[in-house]
Structures are given as C-alpha cells and as structure tokens.
C-alpha cells in the first residue's frame, strides 16, 4: 500500500484518488472549494462533480499542501493546465522526500507553450520522478469502475513502471511508454479535433464527415509530435487515436460538446457558460496553432477551428475552407 496525494478535487481528481483508494492505497484529495472538501469526508460524495455517487471509504482531504503531501510515495497533480506550474512551485517548498510525480493536466503553458511535464520539471528541478498519465478516460466511467486502459510515460524506466503499479487495478488497466512527447501532445491535440468532430455533428456534415475530421485532424497531431521529437506509433495508440476517438465522439466530451454548439450558431460565451466545467481545447487551440506555426506544421483544420472560436468565421465558411483544399497526397506532409 502507498500514501497518495491527489492535487485537485475536481472531475478527475476525484475519480482517480477513488480509483487508488479502491486499489487499496491511502489516499488525500487536496482541494480549495472547502465544502466539496466537507462533503467528500462526512458524506463519502463529491456533490459537485458526482452529486448521488458514493466514493470508497477512507478516503481523506485537505487543504493545506504541506500536511496533504506530507509522507507521500507519490503526488498526482490533476489540477487545471493554468494552475500547474503555481501549484508545482508551492510543492517544491513543502515536498517531504522524493515521491512519484504523476501528471494528469492536459495543456500547454500559457506564453511558453511548454507541456506540463516540461513545467513541472522546471518547478521541481528534476524529471527523474516525473510521469505523465492519459489515454482514453473519461472521469465518470473510471468512477463507475468501467474498463479503462491508458499509459503512463517518463523519461526515466523505473518511474513509469512504479506508477503503472501503483495505478493497476481492477478493470484500469495501464501500459508503459517511453515517448513523453508524444502521449502529452496527444493528449492535447486531441481536443482541438473533439471541438472539430462536434461542429462536423451538428452542421450535417454526415459520418463520412466526421470520419475525415477525424483522420485528417489526426494527421495533423502526428505531424506536429514528429516535428517535436515524438514518434509516430505513439499517435497510432491510445494516448493519441485512442483518446482521439474518445473525445471526438464521446457524449461525455466536453470539447465536443463545445463544438456542437459551435455547429448549431451557438455563441461560445453561452455554450461554456451552460458547460459549468473547463473544455481545455478552447484555451489549448490558439496554443497549438502558434506552436504548429514555430515548427512549419501545416494544421489546416486547427486553423478554422481557432477562427471559428475567435468568431473570425462561421461555420459554413470555415467547412468551404477545407473542403476547397486543392486535392494532394494522403501522406506527404501538406494536410
């Protein structure tokens, strides 16, 4: 059994500190809302997030850093994207020994662009102990127990076997991968596609439709993990295509949800108001773009989408842009 520390007692936070707790180990949410904190410890139930779910026992909380990661084997943050690094550096000063670090945040910095596993190295000086977490999950199934499978990566061998352990239980199963650079930007890219996939559902573009969003926004995300550093077969499993597929077709996908409004002449403001929860690809598709544009990526549907959020275009306009492509192989490097 380990002591585990979870950063962030939101969606995910909360399902994967269940998750631990069902593998058996000792486990800590750390939050900031101190009623969700309340409810989870006197009445085993996070209602924000999982209002009428019963979460395992023993499952304990806090909100003060120190005494929550005091003595911990391993720190998982699954904090918003925006707020790693701050929280990273708060980590730093009150870190007891050397645990695991295991991230979940699915992003690029602001400005620098860098992925949270780079942030989280510059936090905490080290990348020895780092891991990166994702794959195709869905909060609410992990919560409900369902079959689940995603990798854990880490430059370092020893460590993504350690948090592959320490995650291996029951139907969450967990595979390793060495290409750190390849699992987070596919984690990424891939909300950028959901948002994509759900315009595509919404404006009547068909399954065929969809289907080559899909594809061709793949290609994009393969493009930009090569010209990066990362390899291709790591965007052909699940860390890529698999949470790819997930999210842009899910009904659970916020991103696509996002995009479905989009597809319908939504307003974004309305459409995220109406979500009550973070769809990183709205944030993360300026993102991939400017870090597309540094590398000569050509990204041709993460073009339309980021105009179509910045309401430089409607839907009808930026679906002509890309069908009008002049027509090119499939596998060259020009989408």
């Given at each position: 059994?380990?002591?585990?520390?979870?950063?962030?007692?939101?969606?995910?936070?909360?399902?994967?500190?269940?998750?631990?707790?069902?593998?058996?180990?000792?486990?800590?949410?750390?939050?900031q809302e101190l009623d969700v904190l309340r409810a989870i410890s006197e009445r085993s139930e996070n209602p924000k997030y999982f209002p009428g779910q019963k979460l395992a026992?023993?499952?304990?909380?806090?909100?003060?850093?120190?005494?929550?990661?005091?003595?911990?084997?391993?720190?998982?943050?699954?904090v918003p994207s925006s707020a790693v690094r701050s929280v990273a550096e708060k980590l730093k000063t009150v870190l007891d020994g050397s645990p695991l670090i295991v991230s979940?945040?699915?992003?690029?910095?602001?400005?620098?662009?860098?992925?949270?596993?780079?942030?989280?190295?510059?936090?905490?000086?080290?990348?020895?102990?780092?891991?990166?977490?994702?794959?195709?999950?869905?909060?609410?199934?992990?919560?409900?127990?369902?079959?689940?499978?995603?990798?854990?990566?880490?430059?370092?061998?020893?460590?993504?076997?350690?948090?592959?352990?320490?995650?291996?239980?029951?139907?969450?199963?967990?595979?390793?991968?060495?290409?750190?650079?390849?699992?987070?930007?596919?984690?990424?890219?891939?909300?950028?596609?959901?948002?994509a996939a759900g315009v595509g559902d919404t404006a009547n573009m068909g399954l065929n439709g969809r289907a080559a969003l899909i594809t061709r926004g793949l290609a994009e995300?393969?493009?930009?993990?090569?010209?990066?550093?990362?390899?291709?077969?790591?965007?052909?499993?699940?860390?890529?295509?698999?949470?790819?597929?997930?999210?842009?077709?899910?009904?659970?996908?916020?991103?696509?949800?996002?995009?479905?409004?989009?597809?319908?002449?939504?307003?974004?403001?309305?459409?995220?108001?109406?979500?009550?929860?973070?769809?990183?690809?709205?944030?993360?598709?300026?993102?991939?773009?400017?870090?597309?544009?540094?590398?000569?990526?050509?990204?041709?549907?993460?073009?339309?989408?980021?105009?179509?959020?910045?309401?430089?275009?409607?839907?009808?306009?930026?679906?002509?842009?890309?069908?009008?492509?002049?027509?090119?192989?499939?596998?060259?490097?020009?989408?």
């Amino acid at each position: 059994m380990a002591r585990v520390a979870v950063l962030g007692a939101g969606s995910w936070g909360t399902a994967l500190g269940n998750h631990l707790r069902r593998a058996g180990h000792e486990v800590v949410l750390w939050g900031q809302e101190l009623d969700v904190l309340r409810a989870i410890s006197e009445r085993s139930e996070n209602p924000k997030y999982f209002p009428g779910q019963k979460l395992a026992s023993g499952l304990e909380t806090g909100s003060e850093l120190s005494e929550v990661v005091k003595g911990a084997d391993a720190v998982v943050i699954s904090v918003p994207s925006s707020a790693v690094r701050s929280v990273a550096e708060k980590l730093k000063t009150v870190l007891d020994g050397s645990p695991l670090i295991v991230s979940t945040a699915k992003g690029l910095e602001d400005d620098s662009l860098k992925t949270m596993s780079v942030v989280l190295t510059e936090a905490l000086g080290s990348d020895d102990k780092i891991a990166v977490l994702t794959g195709p999950s869905f909060a609410l199934e992990v919560m409900q127990g369902l079959p689940t499978a995603v990798t854990v990566s880490s430059h370092n061998e020893q460590t993504r076997e350690e948090v592959a352990k320490l995650f291996h239980h029951g139907n969450f199963r967990v595979y390793t991968l060495a290409d750190v650079v390849g699992a987070e930007l596919g984690g990424v890219f891939k909300n950028v596609i959901a948002i994509a996939a759900g315009v595509g559902d919404t404006a009547n573009m068909g399954l065929n439709g969809r289907a080559a969003l899909i594809t061709r926004g793949l290609a994009e995300m393969e493009r930009l993990v090569v010209a990066l550093g990362g390899e291709s077969s790591t965007v052909a499993g699940l860390s890529g295509l698999g949470d790819l597929f997930l999210t842009a077709t899910g009904d659970l996908s916020r991103n696509r949800r996002v995009g479905m409004g989009l597809g319908r002449g939504e307003k974004l403001e309305e459409i995220l108001d109406g979500l009550g929860q973070v769809a990183e690809g709205v944030m993360t598709t300026p993102k991939i773009l400017a870090l597309a544009r540094q590398n000569n990526v050509s990204v041709p549907i993460t073009e339309e989408i980021d105009r179509l959020l910045r309401g430089e275009s409607n839907v009808k306009e930026s679906l002509a842009a890309l069908l009008s492509r002049s027509r090119r192989s499939e596998r060259k490097q020009e989408n």
